[in-house]
């Protein structure tokens, strides 16, 4: 193995992003730089926010440059290594992009336990979209026993651990998803109360009467007629926590969005608290998530599921996939071997 | 004196208010109930949340009923009470509505010190709404030395307040008001380090230079193209108080104003807290709001300006002045003689 092969953002997508906007590309095998280790790729996460990077506009980060690796996360094999604490064969989670190889700044990097849960969930429920879902609940959310929350994308990676932590604390728990399956999945397995397809042209009144004492936290990954639905049934001193808007990232929906004045009067009459948040900013908090939730999944109390595409080469397919609600669950390319 | 004058909501405005929706009404004196004393009003206070007590939706509190007298505090001389604490002769703040004698329940009454300033400060500066600002700077915007904050209705009864108590704070401070006299009034006497009107078509652009540092507090009063001028100026972690939305309240604007997703998009990757609040919910916060500004006004340091209206007849139409932003700092209505 000489060389890497990697997808980087071939030009700018004008609305909905189309395979032409990526191109598979190889390049010698990276060398690690002081402080870094080589990571090979096993497991790439997809996820969302990486529609963000692709504009021009920053977001939380700055976009990805056209001609550059797409950003990811990735669980890989440590396979050279220029810091003391990481040896090769460990397995990581860490910044790889979306590549077979990547040189990666270790200090971004964290030891993933292979005896605790397959090393896969280190994107998924114990990784980056678990301990955005635990901190959103948690701290932003500041949700409470006996409260009504509502979950949207209540299946992904995200919303499935916010739901199945909401249960636990006794919230009422109550989903909205993209289609039958989904719903089922999201009463039967991860335990919420109800799912509404956020397709179905009754949204609102199915929500209206499965929250007959109103929504005091809405966790929020999608925008859109979701939360034109849910808007209306927040009770005083509600929370909404910001953590997505998937429905309006590439511009779509957003002539049909309903005006601001009616979201800013709801936030003044009812008091409301409408907080943006990124988990990156509470890595102070990723050891009390991984504390709570790790045992749950290691005794599979807690469920998780997901998607797997193979080959680097599909993983641009994939995220189309994905921004389409394809997936079912944390949505994951499988690029090499591993455990 | 065996009646009492009063003005009563004679039907809901389609938009705009006019007078017409307004009717002046004769009663009998009222008697104290249990637990009420009886206030003949000297100053009425007129304020932009009235007009949403005139529609038939519930806002903050139920809407005033047609026929029944217009929602309001004033400032008036006990003349009859049933508590013992209430003393004929008194000087209290209480919820008269609009009218020349009202029965008041005592626990909603608070004695006013005429040797502190003019009891009509009890309305403003010393009042409701300067208690609103107070709450709105401190507790929601938790405004910090070297922040960033900017004002909207800089010169009105609550952003003149929270002007003065951000330069007290040494916060850099930027205000936002309806024409040149109010401009130069927020800079010259309240102490805003700058002041552009609404109306100025390059509003966004001149917001944009003095604001180098970009914004972290945003006291919002208005709404309309004030909100969209300020909003790309936010900075990460900036904070939003939603006290009023005076651009919107009559329906004006809301096809114009931007789309939902903008606003959205900009609480996400900016990771901004939007919060609306009603100062009623902090009563709490009276006596140290009290502790901290009478002293400065008694002294002359702290500034407030009122505009009065001579005649409890001539409220409908100061009311609609105020809500075209003609009233310059507080609004009253004179109704009787007092100190």
């Not at 959310?141 to 979950?151: D, N, S």
Request: negative net charge.
């Amino acid at each position: 193995m000489t060389e890497t092969r990697r997808i980087v953002l071939a030009s700018r997508p004008k609305g909905d992003p189309t395979l032409d906007n990526f191109r598979l590309e190889t390049a010698p095998l990276p060398e690690p730089d002081s402080g870094e280790v080589v990571v090979r790729t096993i497991w790439l996460s997809l996820d969302p926010y990486m529609r963000g990077r692709m504009d021009a506009a920053k977001s939380y980060a700055d976009p990805v440059e056209v001609g550059d690796t797409m950003e990811a996360a990735g669980v890989g094999e440590v396979i050279a290594s220029n810091v003391d604490r990481y040896q090769a064969g460990d397995i990581v989670v860490g910044r790889t992009g979306w590549a077979s190889h990547a040189a990666v700044d270790a200090r971004q990097c964290r030891k993933v336990d292979p005896e605790l849960a397959p090393v896969s969930t280190a994107l998924g429920v114990l990784g980056m979209p678990g301990h955005t879902a635990w901190v959103g609940l948690n701290d932003i959310l500041a949700g409470q026993p006996g409260e009504t929350v509502v979950v949207s994308a209540a299946t992904g990676a995200v919303g499935s651990v916010v739901g199945q932590l909401a249960v636990r604390k006794g919230m009422k728990t109550v989903g909205v998803a993209g289609g039958a399956a989904k719903c089922a999945y999201a009463v039967e397995k991860l335990g919420f109360e109800a799912c509404v397809d956020h397709r179905d042209p009754e949204l609102a009144q199915k929500l209206k009467s499965l929250t007959p004492e109103g929504v005091d936290c809405y966790y929020e990954n999608v925008g859109g007629t979701t939360l034109e639905a849910v808007l209306p049934r927040m009770n005083d001193h509600g929370r909404i926590a910001v953590c997505g808007m998937i429905a309006w990232y590439s511009g779509k929906g957003i002539e049909d969005a309903m005006p601001l004045p009616k979201m800013w009067r709801t936030i003044l009459v009812r008091k409301l608290r409408v907080q943006g948040f990124i988990v990156f900013e509470h890595m102070d908090r990723l050891d009390p998530f991984l504390r709570e939730v790790g045992p749950l999944v290691k005794s599979g109390e807690f469920h998780y599921r997901e998607t797997v595409t193979d080959g680097l080469e599909n993983a641009p397919q994939a995220f189309l996939n994905l921004l389409e609600g394809g997936n079912f669950g944390k949505q994951l390319v499988r690029v090499g071997e591993g455990p």
